[in-house]
């Protein structure tokens, strides 16, 4: 079992940047794979970033690519998603997501445990 508190959102300029934090409770934190995704009002959730197990291993999707980061702190229990240059565009509910096992995806499907969401709005 594994419980996730997103926080980090809030109101950014354009061109500015955040960084969004997951705290993970449960002991499988080290060994599992996390995403972060996002929804924006009327749209349905869309992958954002994934990191494997280890950290060793990450995906961006070709939106935030050159732009945003995801790492992991496997001592503290914590994901992160550095969000630098940001557009009107990525005004979204961002979500963190674990995975049962040692998988990395894209595929929302793949993750059986997510947080509440963290809302991040940017104003052009």
């Known amino acids: 079992q594994v419980q996730l508190v997103e926080s980090g959102g809030g109101l950014v300029q354009a061109g500015g940047s955040l960084r969004l934090s997951c705290a993970a409770s449960g002991r499988t934190f080290s060994s599992s794979g996390m995403g972060w995704f996002r929804q924006a009002p009327g749209k349905e959730r869309e992958f954002v970033a994934t990191i494997s197990w280890s950290g060793g291993i990450t995906y961006h999707a070709d939106s935030v690519k050159g732009r945003f980061t995801i790492s992991r702190d496997n001592a503290k229990n914590t994901v992160y998603l550095q969000m630098n240059s940001l557009k009107a565009e990525d005004t979204a509910v961002y979500y963190c997501?674990?995975?049962?096992?040692?998988?990395?995806?894209?595929?929302?499907?793949?993750?059986?445990?997510w947080g509440q969401g963290t809302q991040v709005t940017v104003s052009s």
């Open positions: 997501a674990a995975a049962p096992a040692r998988l990395t995806s894209r595929d929302p499907a793949t993750y059986g445990y």
